[in-house]
Antibody
Framework: EVQLVESGGGLVQTGGSLRLSCTAS????????MNWVRQAPGKGLEWVSF????????HYADSVKGRFSISRDNAKNSLYLEMDSLRDEDTAVYYC???????????WGQGTLVTVSS | EIVLTQSPGTLSLSPGERATLSCRAS???????LAWYQQKPGQAPRLLIY???SRATGIPDRFSGSGSGTDFTLTINRLEPEDFAVYYC??????????FGPGTKVDIK
């Protein structure tokens, strides 16, 4: 069974930093592109970042470029999101998401809530 | 930048009725890279349709997708009580890499 389990969310002050982790199981993690997608309270889905299998290709949404950093450790079946200079508008549930061949997300984690407040 | 627009914003229907949800892109999207998701309160999204018209594993055949270019449709035949939820379309490969539509809420009339 495919499982994605996020951790690391919490309350952080405006301007602060946080590191999210996602542990994958039930599939060959190193074979899949991975993403982070977020959802602000009561709002829609927003793609945040993409990382290819070998980490050679990385993309970010303009809203987080220069502040967030995605990485992965295939030996540990883990995906990370380092978030710096956090803003109030970064408050959201952050989902770890596995990308399938057609560019869709076929598995999602349960999400971890990040609350940014002064 | 590819922008996805979904209509209507809210669809009020009764169980047993058909729901027709629209997703329009600001520029042409490859059909291979258009997907639909269902999300219920407090849950992660669930993949329904990928490649514009292929049902994901375990998705009932009352869900169907169609369309090409800039206009895509998700149809739900004979709404079941568990189908009342928010539905999002999503494209991949443009700029930005992923784009989600704002969602259509299907609620009980």
């Amino acid at each position: 069974e495919v499982q994605l389990v996020e951790s690391g969310g919490g309350l952080v002050q405006t301007g602060g930093s946080l590191r999210l982790s996602c542990t994958a199981s039930g599939f060959s993690f190193s074979d899949y592109y991975m993403n982070w997608v977020r959802q602000a309270p009561g709002k829609g889905l927003e793609w945040v970042s993409f990382i290819a299998t070998s980490s050679a290709t990385i993309h970010y949404a303009d809203s987080v470029k220069g502040r967030f950093s995605i990485s992965r450790d295939n030996a540990k079946n883990s995906l990370y999101l380092e978030m710096d200079s956090l803003r109030d508008e970064d408050t959201a549930v952050y989902y770890c998401a596995r990308q399938a061949a057609h560019g869709n997300i076929d598995y999602w984690g349960q999400g971890t809530l990040v609350t940014v407040s002064s | 930048e590819i922008v996805l627009t979904q209509s209507p914003g809210t669809l009020s229907l009764s169980p047993g009725e058909r729901a027709t949800l629209s997703c329009r892109a600001s520029q042409s999207v490859s059909s291979s890279y258009l997907a639909w998701y269902q999300q219920k309160p407090g849950q992660a999204p669930r993949l329904l349709i990928y490649g514009a018209s292929s049902r994901a594993t375990g998705i009932p055949d009352r869900f169907s997708g169609s369309g090409s270019g800039t206009d895509f449709t998700l149809t739900i035949n004979r709404l079941e009580p568990e189908d009342f939820a928010v539905y999002y379309c999503q494209q991949y490969g443009g700029s930005p890499l992923f784009t989600f539509g704002p969602g259509t809420k299907v609620d009980i009339k």
